[in-house]
């Protein structure tokens, strides 16, 4: 394995979390019976530049041409967005905004409200499809040095490109990074959210590593590349989202950067990210995660006590597949995108079915696997309490809250 940013060949291993198939693949009825493919799953660390990645061993393309996550169905993310338009537009006072990975709309719909000339770039057909019915003006493609040289010379170029959970997922970091270039002006803002991988190692979000992710940032890689096609940091904030995230405001003109950059930077080695030190324990605490999971779970179904799943999201396959979990101890889950009703995890085979069925089957536990949703889903599952039921959240540490 070669480093995609820098061409290094010294990788060290993080965690290798055996093969899985990929998380956002869910299975038909009628594809139980047929063949799954897996892939190697194991996140490295280039000893040279110090960025975090899985080998690429699947493509974009096999993953966002049609797509099954709709961010609009998380009413705190859309929530998220509209707060992220408001301080990005005081900031910014742009005419033209593009955003790349734009999925539904969620947050181009507020851009539209305050009357802003905009444009998505989002590459999953049926994904684009939506945001157009909301009035989004989309186009579908991934971003390319090519694509942003098209998309500039037809619309001109931004004063805001977004790029929110998306620099993590394509594995041309370089044509990327050149794609923003190309979309920004001269003088513009370039604004990328991202997890950030002192926040994964540090609570053990070892879920959120999936073969959509290729990469982990710290702020220090993201600068390296950052600036391999011309883009300089000049801002970071911390953000909760994800279980702890990175927003980081880049511009082609280089200038001095705030005093945020340095404090996090300063985090980041004392955590000893900037070297290979902070992550020789992870893998442990990856093994109790799952050790403490499968005990629980074990020790329900033992007791004659019923766990059922809440949400069918990525980091939950990974979750789900690393611990082995099949529907003999999680029988099902429920997720409120109605594309993934009827449907069945991938390698885990366990069936997604619409929310209303926990209220029905009245279950002991719900496991909540975008444990990331915390304080949105304890106020939307507030009923399990009704009948005594407790919700169960498997990461930083296995906790059992009563609603």
């Known amino acids: 394995m070669i480093c995609r940013l820098c061409g290094s060949a010294e990788l060290e291993s993080v965690v290798d979390l055996g093969a899985t198939p990929p998380c956002e693949r869910f299975l038909a009825a009628g594809q139980l019976d047929e063949p799954e493919p ?39 993310w859309v929530e998220h967005a ?12 742009p005419e ?14 507020h851009v539209v409200a305050k009357g802003i000339r905009c444009l998505g ?15 989004v003006p989309t186009q579908t493609a991934f971003l390319s040095k090519e694509t942003g040289a098209s998309v500039r010379a037809e619309h001109g170029p931004a004063d805001l490109v977004v790029a929110n959970n998306v620099y993590a997922h394509i594995p041309d970091i370089q044509g990327f990074t050149a794609g923003l270039r190309e979309l920004v002006k001269d003088d513009g803002w370039v604004s990328i959210e991202v997890q950030h991988m002192l ?15 290729f990469q982990y940032y710290t702020v ?17 904030e911390l953000l909760p989202t994800h279980g702890g995230s990175i927003r980081i405001w880049a511009r082609p003109v280089e200038s001095e950067p705030s005093k945020a950059v340095g404090f996090v930077l300063e985090e980041e080695r004392k955590a000893g990210l900037h070297d290979m030190s902070g992550y020789q324990d992870f893998a442990r605490h990856v093994d109790e995660v799952r050790q403490n999971l499968l005990r629980f779970l074990l020790g329900a179904a033992a007791t004659g006590k019923r766990v059922v799943g809440y949400g069918a999201p990525g980091k939950g396959n990974t979750l789900l597949n690393h611990c082995g979990i099949r529907p003999d101890i999680l029988p099902y889950t429920v997720d409120r995108n109605p594309y993934k009703h009827g449907k069945f995890t991938p390698g885990t085979r366990i069936p997604i079915h619409a929310p209303e069925r926990i209220a029905e089957d009245k279950p002991d536990y719900v496991l909540v696997l975008p444990w990331n949703l915390r304080t949105e889903l304890t106020e939307q599952l507030s009923y399990v309490g009704e009948w005594g039921g407790r919700l169960v959240f498997p990461i930083p540490t296995l906790e059992e809250v009563r609603p």
Request: hydrophobic fraction near 40%; include cysteine; aromatic fraction near 10%.
């Open 38 to 76: 897996t892939y190697p799953l194991h996140l490295r660390v280039c000893r040279s530049c110090l960025l975090a990645q899985i080998p690429p061993l699947i493509t974009p393309e096999d993953t966002f041409t049609e797509y099954a996550y709709f961010s609009s169905f998380s009413t705190s």
């Open 82 to 93: 509209r707060k992220f338009v408001d301080q990005a537009v005081a900031k910014t006072n």
């Open 96 to 109: 033209f905004v593009v955003e790349v990975a734009s999925n539904d709309g969620y947050l181009l719909q």
């Open 121 to 135: 770039i989002e590459p999953s057909v049926n994904v684009g499809a939506s945001a157009r019915e909301k009035g």
């Open 199 to 213: 926040s994964l190692v540090q609570y053990n979000q070892y879920d959120t590593i999936y073969h959509e992710h």
């Open 220 to 236: 220090a890689s993201a600068q390296r590349a950052l600036a391999s096609n011309g883009l300089h940091v000049v801002d970071v």
